[in-house]
């Protein structure tokens, strides 16, 4: 059982502010059902002196995630837009007494849904409508600029602890590259603004990459020499076999996957439907790849790609 | 408030009987097995009983096929380890992705360690074996095939007996990982070709931190862990006397209570079960409900998070358990609904009631009566449900 302080239990057991706000003048969703927690934020303001007057919240998560969205309420009813703005993940976080490492990422997606509310409210295009390859991490819908905000708001210069506030990088596994960079970028710049000792900034290429409960998780062998040698033809024929058995499955969540490129060990899909608004569940990726790798007779790499690429 | 414990899987309480049966061995009769005077002796007698009474539990063919171990992982590793030895040439290991990580992080250490080559076969919708698949993956590269009795998350049953048949027409050994199922279904193992089964006291009212590896006689052994003669050489180490007696006499009362397993204790888990699915809506069995134990129901709620509920039941005094990602610290629900391909909106809404003999009419009657409450309170707050209905739901509930 996690340790969660008194504060979380008691706003999870009897939570603030929980339901719809009927005429809601700026609301924010972030989350997905497939990625185990989502938050849609509904907030009141008003317009005299942009402040908020009623703020209320739905949320599909554990028991931190209805604690951080409720305490998220009652941080900002009463303070101006700009006011909200300056509240962090850690705030949240402070507010409920902490959280358990493994759980910040409940902060982090109540401080993301206050920004995109506000956004919302002010017109803005909430920048979740992400530009082609924006998007990070697929599995887990993050992007980059959400890492960056996670990495400077809470100091964070490990790809575990990016994984705990974002939960990127926690599936699938494609997107470690993308990410290190990102961590590394930002922390490099952070030691340049003097707000971090060198010595704890990140390298990429240094400590393990992967998160360890991923690693023992992969149904994929290391890459070694397949016995069948099967011509791309084959593989392609084969691989189309595999997705043919697995879209009635994905067709019940809504959703399809073709196949759009294989090269070597890699193979290209593009989903659609239902697996692209849940930001590509890992379920999807990791449930073709496990099969695949079972039919071709080798360790495969399904990496989901989006339209156009 | 009396507390309702339906996470009989995870671990069940240690039977008085068996309790009483070991405590002596902590005091008077602290000897050890192999000394050569009557300290040790009484001992020996009592290891000897132990070791019939798990026989007769299994239906083993001879007392000595059973070495004890130090619990369900050890006995697992043993016999994967072991076959890697032992079947010269052969490096392939059959096993399946719903296995318990007793069996998964070995295989998955073996892939990368020692480019073991492991097969995955996968399981359909209501956690059904692949049997074409298996098949097609042995091989006269098959070490050994590694299949569980029962899945842990489930209850589900996979067909061992025809499943070591299978694997022995390719050359190869088979084992199972039984810990789930030992004590909850009859066994008869003289009668099957299973070379090997694994199986924990924990799991059966028996103490914790023991448990036995089934080696079919003939089949060959190489230890896990060396040292002294123990075990005939198969498990070095003193024995855990007190653990073996305890394991004994648990072994031997779950045989006197199979029957009751088989008929009140699943009587309880139907009426539990149905009872749910009557008075809440969005919900639905995982597992194969035709071949399953007769213990364990796992019932996915839609559109809210299992963490969430399981706080909420334990305020209630129920104690059960959940394959979503949130309890376990990863990020991702279970392995097992994600090979079943449960769909998303309920993968983290599972919740796992495994009971045991302990369980009565009145624990039915209590997880009833606030159940339907926990699950509307959690659904309120969530975004994919509009107060009566599922904001959207696509899921064509093929599991019923
Ligand atoms: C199917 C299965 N295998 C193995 C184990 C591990 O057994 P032990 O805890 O005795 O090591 C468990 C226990 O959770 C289990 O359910
Ligand atoms: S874990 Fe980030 S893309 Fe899959």
């Given at each position: 059982?996690?340790?969660?302080?008194?504060?979380?239990?008691?706003?999870?057991?009897?939570?603030?502010?929980?339901?719809?706000?009927?005429?809601?003048?700026?609301?924010?969703?972030?989350?997905?059902?497939?990625?185990?927690?989502?938050?849609?934020?509904?907030?009141?303001?008003?317009?005299?002196?942009?402040?908020?007057?009623?703020?209320?919240?739905?949320?599909?998560?554990?028991?931190?995630?209805?604690?951080?969205?409720?305490a998220l309420t009652e941080i900002i009813i009463g303070k101006t837009l700009d006011e909200a703005l300056k509240i962090t993940n850690q705030d949240i976080a402070d507010f409920l007494g902490g959280l358990p490492p493994e759980k910040m990422h409940c902060s982090v997606m109540g401080y993301e849904a206050l920004r995109a509310a506000v956004a919302n409210y002010r017109g803005e295009v909430w920048e979740d409508d992400h530009e082609e390859g924006a998007l990070l991490c697929k599995c887990f819908g993050v992007d980059e600029g959400m890492i960056e905000r996670a990495v400077r708001n809470n100091a964070l210069t490990t790809m575990e602890q990016v994984a705990y506030?974002?939960?990127?990088?926690?599936?699938?596994?494609?997107?470690?590259?993308?990410?290190?960079?990102?961590?590394?970028?930002?922390?490099?710049?952070?030691?340049?603004?003097?707000?971090?000792?060198?010595?704890?900034?990140?390298?990429?290429?240094?400590?393990?990459?992967?998160?360890?409960?991923?690693?023992?998780?992969?149904?994929?062998?290391?890459?070694?020499?397949?016995?069948?040698?099967?011509?791309?033809?084959?593989?392609?024929?084969?691989?189309?076999?595999?997705?043919?058995?697995?879209?009635?499955?994905?067709?019940?969540?809504?959703?399809?996957?073709?196949?759009?490129?294989?090269?070597?060990?890699?193979?290209?899909?593009?989903?659609?439907?239902?697996?692209?608004?849940?930001?590509?569940?890992?379920?999807?990726?990791?449930?073709?790849?496990g099969r695949l790798a079972e039919r071709l007779g080798m360790p495969v790499r399904v990496i989901p790609v989006t339209a156009g690429q | 408030?009396?507390?309702?414990?339906?996470?009989?899987?995870?671990?069940?309480?240690?039977?008085?009987?068996?309790?009483?049966?070991?405590?002596?061995?902590?005091?008077?009769?602290?000897?050890?097995?192999?000394?050569?005077?009557?300290?040790?002796?009484?001992?020996?007698?009592?290891l000897r009983k132990g070791r019939q009474q798990l026989q007769a539990l299994l239906g083993a063919a001879f007392d000595h096929e059973i070495v004890f171990t130090g619990g369900g992982t050890e006995s697992d590793n043993t016999a994967i380890l072991s076959a890697l030895e032992t079947q010269g040439g052969r490096n392939e290991i059959v096993t399946t992705a719903v296995e318990h990580p007793a069996v998964l992080a070995l295989c998955a250490w073996l892939e990368k360690s020692r480019g073991t080559r492991v097969h995955y076969i996968g399981v359909d919708a209501r956690g059904r074996l692949d049997i074409e698949a298996y098949r097609h993956a042995l091989s006269p590269r098959t070490a050994i095939a590694s299949v569980m009795w029962a899945n842990n998350e489930t209850g589900t049953l996979f067909p061992v007996a025809m499943l070591a048949e299978l694997a022995?027409?390719?050359?190869?050994?088979?084992?199972?990982?039984?810990?789930?199922?030992?004590?909850?279904?009859?066994?008869n193992l003289k009668d099957t070709a299973i070379d090997m089964l694994s199986l924990s006291g924990h799991k059966f009212h028996g103490p914790k931190g023991i448990g036995a590896l089934y080696v079919r006689r003939g089949v060959r052994l190489r230890p896990l862990i060396r040292g002294g003669h123990q075990e005939r050489g198969r498990r070095a180490g003193t024995e855990n006397a007190?653990?073996?007696?305890?394991?004994?006499?648990?072994?031997?009362?779950?045989?006197?209570?199979?029957?009751?397993?088989?008929?009140?204790?699943?009587?309880?888990?139907?009426?539990?079960?149905?009872?749910?699915?009557?008075?809440?809506?969005?919900?639905?069995?995982?597992?194969?409900?035709?071949?399953?134990?007769?213990n364990t129901s796992n019932v996915a709620f839609e559109f809210i998070e299992g963490e969430a509920i399981l706080l909420l039941l334990n305020k209630a005094g129920i104690a059960a358990s959940s394959g979503s990602a949130c309890t376990s610290g990863s990020l991702e629900p279970s392995h097992v609904l994600r090979a079943m391909n449960v769909p998303y909106t309920a993968a983290h809404g599972a919740i796992r009631f495994s009971f045991s003999r302990e369980n009565t009419d009145a624990d039915v009657d209590h997880v009833l009566e606030v159940m339907p409450a926990i699950i509307a309170r959690l659904r309120e707050m969530s975004p994919f449900w509009d107060g009566k209905n599922a904001v959207q739901s696509g899921f064509a509930p093929t599991y019923a």
């Open positions: 059982m996690w340790e969660y302080s008194e504060k979380v239990q008691d706003y999870f057991f009897n939570p603030k502010n929980a339901g719809m706000l009927e005429d809601a003048s700026g609301i924010g969703e972030v989350g997905a059902i497939a990625c185990g927690d989502a938050l849609k934020l509904m907030i009141k303001v008003d317009p005299e002196d942009e402040r908020i007057t009623d703020a209320r919240f739905q949320t599909f998560g554990c028991g931190s995630a209805i604690a951080s969205s409720s506030f974002t939960k990127a990088t926690g599936s699938c596994g494609t997107c470690v590259e993308g990410v290190e960079t990102v961590l590394e970028r930002t922390n490099a710049a952070m030691v340049a603004e003097g707000l971090l000792d060198p010595a704890l900034a990140f390298v990429a290429g240094g400590a393990p990459v992967v998160p360890a409960h991923k690693q023992r998780r992969s149904p994929i062998a290391p890459p070694q020499p397949s016995s069948s040698r099967m011509t791309t033809v084959q593989k392609i024929r084969a691989i189309e076999e595999v997705l043919e058995e697995l879209r009635p499955a994905l067709r019940n969540d809504g959703g399809d996957c073709e196949l759009v490129d294989v090269e070597e060990n890699r193979v290209m899909v593009r989903m659609s439907g239902a697996c692209v608004n849940c930001q590509l569940a890992a379920v999807t990726v990791q449930g073709i790849q | 408030m009396k507390a309702v414990y339906l996470d009989n899987n995870a671990t069940t309480r240690v039977d008085p009987a068996a309790v009483a049966a070991m405590l002596p061995f902590f005091t008077e009769q602290f000897g050890n097995a192999s000394s050569m005077h009557a300290f040790g002796s009484d001992v020996g007698a009592a022995h027409e390719a050359g190869a050994l088979f084992h199972t990982d039984a810990v789930q199922a030992v004590g909850k279904i009859p066994m007190p653990g073996i007696i305890g394991l004994g006499v648990a072994a031997e009362l779950a045989k006197e209570h199979i029957e009751e397993e088989n008929t009140r204790v699943r009587a309880l888990r139907d009426r539990l079960e149905q009872g749910l699915l009557q008075r809440i809506g969005n919900a639905f069995v995982a597992g194969d409900t035709e071949n399953r134990l007769p």
